[in-house]
């Protein structure tokens, strides 16, 4: 038997590993793990594009062609911006029946370097605005998916995709595996810290990857609030502003006239009071020693482009005291309509509590409320630190050695951020010491793929006929 909770479906207390992995082998028997290598869309598979405009509806009218246009760039691209739609594929696909928090979207590139509250650089999922409770092979598929994308990016083989998605599979199952033997405790602190990749890089890629392994670790460490000021403000007749970079940047004093920017300026003021209430009461005290001195409208990512994003700048004990927070709206998941709805009222908090489930350490300053617009339509969100250390992968640069070992340190994280939340026991014995899940998924992500161009040429042709609009992405000219 298994119990649900505000999170996920858990072992029920008390039940014993024994038990546990007897039910992740009968779901083993009733779900083979070759059941997972095949996809084939149905007859009556949904329209991607109206998928992609059913988001679009809610969203910033004259940012929406940007998002169209950075989807049309390649297949990598609107793989990045359509987690909706393979989210509604995969609810056609076979699962075990055990389900884990999910982050909703775990390609590549929602794997990286950030900074811990102790100031230690670790490895571990960045992106969770799709994330609750389902299927934990769906965040696989996604993850191996996108590496088979990046492969055939970078010209790679089809050998040499199948042994990178291979190896990131197995380092999920091998993670699960000794997750399931741990305690709980052990399980909770586990993380990959910067000295724990350099030693799976040692063990994996030549001497040229190390190096550009220990410039991404400098790198990320120069990428923080610190940074972010110097490069998004400047001072105006004296006052320190938002530096405008429309559409991509755009201070709320360009965006609408005096009386509706007044109010929303309120409005937005009263987010950041508010939202301290989320943050645990160390926490909040350090918030109210900052003051705000403006806010921004910010463009953001690939899939999230016409959401509304702010960014305020506040100040502390002097002008050389910033803090920069990102306020992100937060829509239901795309997961939503075929797993069900969260548990939290608020978006922004199912984000948050999502976010500090899955993560081995998640910013001081993570916390949600909501704003109601001008158009009198309440809208949730939720806020973070803009840069706290930042470093991103490069798949473009990468060699099958390189990706090969990026893919096996995301499979790993993978595993421990759905052994946090999931029966690791259950899913453990239904993956087992073989490789046929491996095996398995290699031949789904090359199928995805295929699904996925298909899809990506769809939206360039709509794009070149008129039905949707897009421009060039603004940041590529920046």
């Known amino acids: 038997m298994a119990e649900k909770t505000g999170a996920a479906i858990r072992a029920v207390p008390g039940e014993t590993p024994e038990q546990r992995t007897a039910r992740g082998r009968a779901a083993r028997r009733a779900v083979p793990r070759s059941a997972h290598a095949e996809y084939r869309p149905p007859a009556d598979r949904p329209d991607p594009l109206d998928i992609l405009e059913a988001q679009s509806a809610t969203r910033v009218p004259e940012l929406v062609p940007i998002r ?17 739609i393979m989210a509604s594929d995969l609810a056609g696909t076979p699962d075990s029946g055990i389900r884990a928090q999910l982050c ?3 390609h590549l590139l929602n794997f990286r370097l950030l900074a811990s509250p102790e100031r230690n650089l670790l490895f571990d999922i960045n992106d969770f605005d799709e994330t609750l409770p389902g299927p934990w092979e769906w965040d ?26 291979q190896a990131a599979v197995r380092a999920y199952r091998e993670a699960m595996t000794r997750f399931a033997g741990m305690r709980n405790l052990d399980v909770w602190y586990a993380r990959i810290d910067a000295e724990r990749l350099q030693d799976l890089a040692a063990e994996r890629i030549a001497k040229r990857g190390r190096k550009t392994l220990a410039k991404a670790m400098t790198k990320a460490r120069t990428r923080d609030s610190l940074q972010a000021f110097e490069k998004l403000t400047e001072t105006v007749g004296g006052q320190l502003r938002i530096a405008a970079d429309p559409p991509l940047l755009t201070p709320i004093g360009d965006l609408l006239p005096d009386v509706e920017r007044s109010a929303l300026e309120g409005e937005l003021k009263k987010l950041v009071t508010r939202y301290g209430r989320t943050l645990a009461s160390d926490r909040r005290t350090l918030l109210g020693d900052y003051r705000l001195i403006d806010v921004a409208r910010k463009v953001v990512g690939v899939g999230s482009v016409g959401t509304r994003c702010w960014i305020f700048l506040m100040l502390g004990r002097d002008g ?15 997961l939503a309509p075929h797993v069900g709805a969260s548990v939290y009222k608020n978006q922004g908090e199912r984000v948050v509590s999502g976010q500090r489930l899955m ?8 916390g949600w409320e909501h704003v109601d617009g001008i158009d009198g339509r309440r809208r949730d969100f939720y806020v973070r630190q803009l840069r ?19 893919g096996e340190a995301c499979g790993a994280t993978l595993a421990r951020a759905h052994a946090r939340s999931g029966d690791r026991i259950a899913i453990a014995a239904y993956l087992g010491r073989g490789d046929a899940f491996d095996r398995a998924l290699a031949f789904f992500a090359e199928s995805y793929a ?6 990506h040429q769809a939206l360039v042709d709509a794009v070149r006929e008129g039905r949707l609009p897009a421009v060039a992405d603004p940041a590529a000219a920046s």
């Open 359 to 366: 993560q081995a350490a998640s910013d001081i300053f993570l």
């Open 68 to 84: 169209y246009g950075r989807m049309t760039e390649s297949p990598f691209r609107f793989y990045r911006g359509a987690a909706a």
């Open 104 to 106: 909703g979207d775990a």
């Open 320 to 334: 050389g005291d910033p803090l920069l927070l990102q306020a992100k709206e937060a829509s239901p998941s795309v």
């Open 140 to 165: 696989v598929k996604r993850l191996a998916t996108s590496l088979v994308i990046a492969g055939r990016a970078n010209d790679f083989d089809d050998d040499e995709r199948a042994d990178i998605v």
């Open 450 to 455: 295929d699904q996925n161009e298909r899809d």
């Open 388 to 406: 706290d250390w930042k470093g991103i992968a490069q798949p473009e640069l990468m060699v099958p050695q390189g990706m090969r070992a990026f």
